[in-house]
């Protein structure tokens, strides 16, 4: 069975930075894309950034310069760094995975999906 695990939010002041963790069971980083989402309370659900089966990164432009992929292999683990963190990036943060999907967007088609897990950024 797959399991995606998310941890790592909190309530944080602007300007400050956090970093999350997507711990991942059953599935291997080399076939599989992950992706890190977020939504906020009355928006639609956004793409942050992927991790691609190749090692490739991308970032959405609202993030870019601010957030960092990383992964560490053998703990299975995908972490985002978020830097610089504004009142705008307080949102639910998920992270997914899927096998044959690999875009920013809405998320949707993505097959796995852990439970979020919640950001905060006061002003």
């Known amino acids: 069975e797959v399991q995606l695990v998310e941890s790592g939010g909190g309530s944080v002041q602007a300007g400050g930075s956090l970093r999350l963790s997507c711990a991942a069971s059953n599935i291997y980083f080399s076939a599989y894309c992950i992706g890190w989402f977020r939504q906020a309370p009355g928006k639609e659900r956004e793409g942050v950034a992927l991790?691609?089966?190749?090692?490739?990164?991308k970032y959405a432009d609202f993030v870019k310069g601010r957030f960092t992929v990383s992964h560490d292999n053998a703990k299975n683990t995908l972490y985002l760094q978020m830097d610089s963190l504004q009142s705008e990036d307080t949102a639910m943060y998920f992270c997914a995975a899927d096998r044959w999907r690999c875009e920013l967007g809405d998320g949707q088609g993505y097959n796995y999906w852990g439970q979020g897990t919640q950001v905060t950024v006061s002003s």
């Open positions: 991790y691609e089966t190749n090692g490739r990164t």
